[in-house]
């Protein structure tokens, strides 16, 4: 069964959530994330660890997804960006990844905030340098329009000051029936031509072009991607949106992994109720 849609279901308010998008307000929600990293560290990795804004962030269960390679998952608290508030460590582990190898990961990231960094670790000590990491929030506004919001984690920028970064075959789909994909589908097993019906061109909002190639970035600045408009009937959720994206690292070793968001098309309640029109993604990036 859609882990996502007993979530939203249960609550009784599914026909709710789908009212504000018609009447023309702008949703933001978060979404469920799944990475691919190859090990560009040079040395051999045991643990993969992200850093999220928020303090009090902690998935669990069928939230996160394990064994690809690493069978384990645990989370910490701490100020790791050393910007004087706390943040949260999410660690994958327990699977050695050899340099050049690639491991998945994934998880449901309502409430994490902004992921501030990524890097492959030894024992917990980090192995090579921080990683152009993707976090994403989606947007539904309009009549109501689809948009996906993605940059890249600030942590590499801070890192490798002038660096680069961004994504290459930006692929996207909408209306897709929510219990056709769940988080652990999300992988580099899912043939996209198996979505054909569901795939539309996306658009760099900023400009109204199709986006037609690589998007680099020399900043965490958020890059607007445009889906779609979607009509009522399909927002709400039963329905969701996905980008793929290949993830790059202009200043280092080209193509570094793959990236997959998946999102209903409606915002999930738990969101919805601290929501004003635009301002959450504001307080999330710089809180």
């Known amino acids: 069964m859609n882990t996502k849609r007993v979530l939203i279901l249960s609550l009784g308010i599914a026909a709710w959530v789908a009212t504000p998008a018609a009447r023309g307000d702008v949703l933001w929600h978060d979404p469920w994330l799944n990475w691919d990293f190859q090990n560009i560290s040079g040395q051999v990795a045991n643990d993969f660890e992200i850093i999220v804004d928020s303090p009090t962030f902690s998935p669990t269960g069928a939230d ?91 942590g590499f920028f801070e890192e490798s000051p002038g660096g680069s970064a961004g994504w290459e075959n930006i692929r996207t789909f909408v209306n897709i029936p929510a219990d056709l994909l769940n988080l652990e589908d999300i992988n580099d097993t899912l043939d996209l031509a198996t979505l054909a019906a569901y795939e539309v061109t996306p658009v760099d909002a900023s400009t109204g ?77 710089r809180g």
């Open 209 to 285: 072009l199709p986006i037609t190639g690589a998007v680099m970035r020399t900043d965490d600045t958020p890059f607007d991607v445009y889906l779609g408009d979607i009509d009522t009937a399909h927002a709400n959720p039963d329905f969701e949106a996905l980008l793929y994206a290949e993830v790059f690292d202009g200043s280092r070793q080209g193509v570094i992994g793959q990236f997959w968001n998946l999102n209903p098309q409606s915002p999930e309640p738990a969101t919805l109720i601290f929501l004003t029109v635009g301002g959450v993604f504001v307080l999330r990036r």
């Open 64 to 154: 996160v997804l394990l064994g690809a390679p690493f069978p384990n998952f645990g989370v910490s608290n701490g100020d790791f960006d050393n910007d004087g508030d706390q943040d949260t460590k999410l660690r994958w582990s327990g699977a050695v990844v050899n340099p050049g190898e690639i491991a998945h990961i994934g998880a449901y990231m309502l409430g994490s905030g902004l992921v501030q960094d990524a890097y492959w670790t030894n024992n917990g000590m980090k192995v090579g340098p921080s990683l152009a990491i993707t976090y994403e929030m989606t947007e539904i506004r309009g009549d109501p329009e689809v948009h996906m919001h993605l940059n890249i984690a600030p």
